[in-house]
């Protein structure tokens, strides 16, 4: 097989840890408000467990205030019972007909912890970064057509590969700590 088939396949997956990777940074609380954090949080919606956006309006009123407007006022209970029972940290408010969260200033301990949270999640994209070179990897090992000094030079390109795609996670991560530290 040629190198290319191995490094789209690698790029794909690449991608999807990217992704989940940025997805996992946006639900760490920066001090400011950020609608992503919700994205987790599902609402008993006429018997269907759904995202809060699918039920309610979401606004960002402010750097620290949230306002979700649900599309019928029955469901205000229903969502800050919702936000509550994910443990994200974040203390719900009902008013008459909305549910409005206030994001408090952040401390330096509460950004250290956050900035450690981060860390971790970063770790883990790495590991499953080199899940991915790893099985890449014995695709190429196993591969029949591939003459000895072939498979050195693929090997190589695929180390190249993986230190690119770490210095990718490296700057989501340094980007992240910089808006998390900052006040």
């Known amino acids: 097989m040629e190198w290319k088939v191995y490094e789209q396949s690698f790029s794909d997956e690449f991608q999807k840890k990217k992704e989940w ?7 760490i609380k920066t001090g400011r ?3 992503a954090i919700l994205d987790s949080v599902r609402v008993n919606y006429y018997d269907t467990p759904s995202r809060i956006i699918e039920c309610a309006n979401v606004n960002v009123t402010d750097a620290r205030t949230i306002i ?26 009902a008013d008459a007909d909305s549910v409005r969260i206030v994001f408090p200033a952040t401390t330096e301990e509460t950004r250290k912890e956050s900035v450690k949270k981060i860390k971790e999640i970063l770790e883990n994209g790495k590991i ?8 890449i ?11 000895e000094d072939e498979l050195k030079q693929y090997e190589n ?3 190249e590969l993986t230190k690119k795609f770490n210095q990718e996670l490296d700057s989501m991560f ?9 006040i």
Do not use: C
């Open 33 to 35: 408000a950020n609608p």
């Open 157 to 159: 390109k695929l180390d």
């Open 21 to 27: 990777l940025a997805n996992e940074f946006s639900k």
């Open 137 to 147: 990897q014995s695709k190429i090992k196993n591969d029949k057509e591939l003459r």
């Open 174 to 182: 340094y980007k992240k700590e910089q808006e998390l530290m900052t």
């Open 128 to 135: 499953q970064v080199r899940n991915i070179r790893k099985d």
């Open 68 to 93: 979700i407007k649900p599309y019928e006022k029955h469901m205000v209970n229903e969502i800050v019972s919702a936000i509550s029972k994910a443990n994200l940290g974040i203390n719900p408010q």
